[in-house]
């Protein structure tokens, strides 16, 4: 069965135990009958022989590093898994399991997810962008449209959408600053006439080193968009002006 799909492992609550089953150091290791279950319900609710991409969805800094990566590495020995990937990680503890794996011989992350979009930039530019780039870990943002603010569904002044995330939209991306962003890419997206979701998309997609960006559709309609958005190239002059309004480096 050549089918594969990407998979994220959580981190299970404190309350889970210290034990073999639980939450504790015990619970990476290869013999643990809980971390290889794990992996097994995935397997059949995916319905495939293999998951391609096993992201380590939160850094768990309660297990050692090596012990996870060994259980990781032997999903990847056993052909459940083919690569694994890493998400939420900062700068240093990326480097300290590229190093571990590199070390021990271990399969390392190949891919970062981090949250990324023209918004939040600093966070990811500032010291895991040029880890990648040299380390040639790929790169698949999440939040790329900030939660829809970057599709232009939130406005100044206008009343927050009836959706359960507006709260938190409305909290991180209503700022000067998102709005000072948001309002750059209305106006390119008229200028190249496309819609503000594709110009921040684009933006994003076209970025030094990164593999793909995550962005989610609910219709049809929305998914062409989002295509579109990927196939669109901004010129020079467009892009510099989303650097320009985006940007997060001090003069």
């Known amino acids: 069965m050549d089918v594969g799909a990407p998979e994220p492992v959580r981190r299970p609550h404190r309350h889970e135990g210290d034990g073999p089953h639980g939450a504790g150091p015990q619970r990476h290791r290869p013999v643990a009958p809980s971390h290889r279950g794990g992996v097994e319900a995935s397997l059949r609710r995916l319905q495939t022989d293999y998951i391609d991409l096993y992201q380590a969805h939160w850094d768990d800094r309660e297990t ?6 060994r259980a990781f590495d032997d999903l990847v020995g056993q052909g459940k898994v083919r690569y694994l990937g890493a998400s939420n990680y900062q700068a240093w503890r990326l480097t300290r399991a590229l190093w571990e794996s590199d070390k021990r011989g271990y399969v390392r992350y190949e891919s970062l997810q981090p949250k990324y979009n023209l918004v939040f930039r600093d966070e990811y530019e500032r010291e895991l ?24 569904k939130y406005r100044r002044g206008a009343d927050l959408p009836s959706t359960a995330r507006a709260g938190g939209v409305q909290k991180g991306y209503m700022t000067d600053r998102g709005f000072t962003v948001l309002e750059a890419i209305d106006k390119v997206a008229v200028a190249v006439n496309a819609t503000p979701a594709q110009v921040a998309l684009s933006w994003l997609a076209h970025r030094p080193g990164i593999t793909a960006p995550i962005a989610s559709a609910t219709t049809v309609a929305q998914l062409r968009e989002l295509i579109g958005g990927i196939e669109l ?19």
């Open 233 to 251: 190239r901004l010129d020079q002059e467009a892009t510099a002006a989303l650097d320009k309004a985006s940007a997060w480096r001090e003069a």
């Open 129 to 152: 962008e040029p880890l990648c780039l040299e380390q040639g870990v790929g790169v698949i943002p999440y939040s790329s449209l900030g939660s829809g603010f970057l599709s232009g």
């Open 64 to 69: 050692p590093l090596d012990e996870t990566l």
